[in-house]
């Protein structure tokens, strides 16, 4: 059964610890992130780019394959199916297709129109149960081919965005996607806590998870930082071990060529890194 986020969210806040939004890629990710999410009882966010959907035969597909997992692996804890960076289209489609979570990428639309968007993709969330994330400025790097500097969100406007009833609210702080380049700034703390400032109770989003030092993460979690995306991480530690063990000619031993054999390096690799993002962002035995 899946739950919206908005839940674990304001818990995480109050509680000072961050639940990861881990982006899922195929079934084997999937099932990855689950199995982690169980053993160590922490609520999980399993976050959908529109380029993922597309290549897993569409949002539908998606999201009944996860609600078969869940119910087939007897998952306990609460997990919440989201979709990440959405267009205004692909927010609808994800609302008939079953994710109890959307994020409305408005970001590169005039305020005036976001914030027209955003309130009537709002309304439709709160008649669903779902929970629903904004962005105010561009998050860094390269996401779906949109490609942003990692700016820093204005506070005022961060303000009007949570004031309109989202659940939660992504602001650039210097972030980026992907990897981080040598000359990287880190995160401006100082916007960071002027947006909590105010936008007070509202659980905000730390986009680009992959490569902020541990100490610069859990400085944010402490100022407000409520949910936090990993995706590039994961690929990156899944493509060393699947190398690992082709590099070992272990593909050739046997029927070492299974995908099943082939691919559980991988898988491994996911847990292992998924397992220390939880660890670090607090939310483990907080199911």
């Known amino acids: 059964m899946l739950v ?14 961050a639940v990861g939004q881990f982006n899922i890629n195929n079934l ?7 199995e982690t999410a169980e053993e160590l009882k922490s609520p999980v966010i399993l976050g959908v780019s529109a380029g ?21 692996m007897g998952i306990t804890v609460p997990v919440a199916l989201h979709l990440d960076h959405g267009t205004y289209e692909d927010c609808y489609k994800c609302i008939d297709a079953g994710f ?3 994020m409305f990428d408005g970001s590169h639309y005039a305020i005036e129109e976001n914030v027209a968007k955003t309130k009537e993709l709002i309304a439709v969330c709160e008649e669903k149960g779902l929970s629903i994330e904004a962005e105010v400025g561009s998050i860094g790097g390269e996401e779906d081919g949109v490609v942003g ?24 702080i210097g972030n980026i996607h992907g990897k981080y380049p040598e000359n990287w700034a880190g995160l401006s703390f100082e916007t960071l806590d002027a947006i909590q400032q105010k936008t007070g109770d509202m659980p905000l989003v730390l986009h680009g998870g992959t490569g902020i030092p541990a100490d ?11 949910k936090i995306n990993v995706n590039t991480e994961c690929q990156i530690a899944f493509s060393a071990a699947v190398r690992e063990y082709i590099e070992a ?36 035995g907080k199911a």
């Open 249 to 284: 000619g272990k593909d050739l031993q046997g029927k070492g060529f299974d995908p099943r054999k082939l691919l559980a390096p991988g898988s491994a690799a996911i847990k292992a890194t998924v397992k220390e993002k939880m660890e670090l962002f607090g939310s483990v």
């Open 216 to 226: 610069m993460i859990k400085k944010a979690i402490s100022l407000g930082v409520a």
């Open 100 to 102: 109890s979570s959307i």
């Open 28 to 34: 084997e990710w999937t099932k990855a992130v689950l």
């Open 52 to 72: 993922a959907g597309k290549y897993m035969c569409g949002f539908k597909t998606v999201a009944a394959m996860v609600d078969a997992m869940v119910d087939s």
């Open 149 to 172: 500097m990692g700016e820093c969100a204005d506070p005022d406007e961060c303000k009007m965005i949570a004031d309109l009833g989202v659940s939660m609210l992504a602001a650039g």
């Open 4 to 17: 919206n986020a908005k839940e674990m969210l304001v818990k995480a806040k109050a509680g000072k610890y």
